[in-house]
């Protein structure tokens, strides 16, 4: 098993449409979550971070439940310009000796 | 600040060759990290470095693959010899960690292909 999984997808959608991606993690001691997200050839750039109380950026909204070991991020209102590849991103170990793992990504295709 | 950057950004090489690459962090990072990007298995990392010192090195596949920060501006991942199934995209990325954020900054990549 993955220590990050996610669907692949393609999750294939109408602009305007409401979206939602998960993600689970499996190691326990997992300490910080992150949404990164990388266009087709290009480099993952950070979306956003997650966070235990949940946060919101615009249309975007990023949830976490530890209990669960799982991550959510809901796109609102989709827009063309959200189709990309949506990597969730999960730190093992704490502090500055962190390692990041990345989940394999779930690939998102908004259309007209 | 030009971000991260890597050469070369396309690489083809045969089989058996030895293969160079470059990355520049963003000044004032104090930790650099190596990953391979694969369709097979996503997004790897290989090694990182603090204050030029290599701290993990745990995901560098064998022996054949080797990674060097002499100074704070500069690191090279070198694969001796080449094969095929090191075809990947390589990525570099920066960071400077504190207790507040932990983003990356990738550079563009180098997209290796050995024949």
């Known amino acids: 098993r993955k220590e990050v999984e996610q669907d692949p997808g393609p999750f294939n959608v109408p602009e305007g449409a409401t979206v939602a991606f998960n993600c689970t993690y499996s190691?326990?001691?997992?300490?910080?979550f992150f949404w990164y997200r990388q266009d087709c050839r290009k480099e993952p750039k950070l979306l956003m971070s997650?966070?235990?109380s949940g946060n919101e950026d615009g249309r975007f909204t990023a949830q976490l439940n530890r209990a669960s070991q799982y991550i959510s991020l809901l796109i609102r209102d989709s827009k063309l310009s959200d189709s990309a590849t949506y990597l969730c991103?999960?730190?093992?170990?704490?502090?500055?000796?962190?390692?990041?793992?990345f989940g394999q990504g779930t690939t998102l295709q908004v259309k007209p | 600040d030009a971000g991260v950057i890597q050469s070369p950004r396309h690489e083809v090489t045969e089989m058996g060759q030895e293969v160079t690459l470059r990355c520049k962090p963003i000044?004032?990072?104090?930790?650099l990290f190596w990953y391979r990007q694969t369709m097979m298995r996503g997004l790897e990392l290989l090694i990182y470095?603090?204050?030029?010192?290599?701290?993990?090195d745990s995901g560098m596949p064998e022996d054949r693959f080797s990674a060097k920060m002499p100074n704070a501006s500069f690191s090279t991942l070198k694969i001796q010899p080449s094969e095929p199934r090191d075809s990947a995209v390589y990525f570099c990325?920066?960071?400077?960690?504190?207790?507040?954020?932990?983003?990356?900054?990738f550079g563009p990549g180098t997209r290796l292909t050995v024949l």
């Open positions: 990325a920066s960071s400077f960690r504190d207790r507040s954020t932990d983003t990356q900054y």
């Open positions: 190691n326990s001691a997992s300490q910080s």
């Open positions: 997650v966070y235990s």
């Open positions: 991103v999960v730190i093992r170990g704490s502090g500055n000796t962190g390692k990041l793992i």
């Open positions: 000044s004032g990072h104090d930790y």
């Open positions: 470095f603090n204050n030029n010192v290599p701290i993990d």
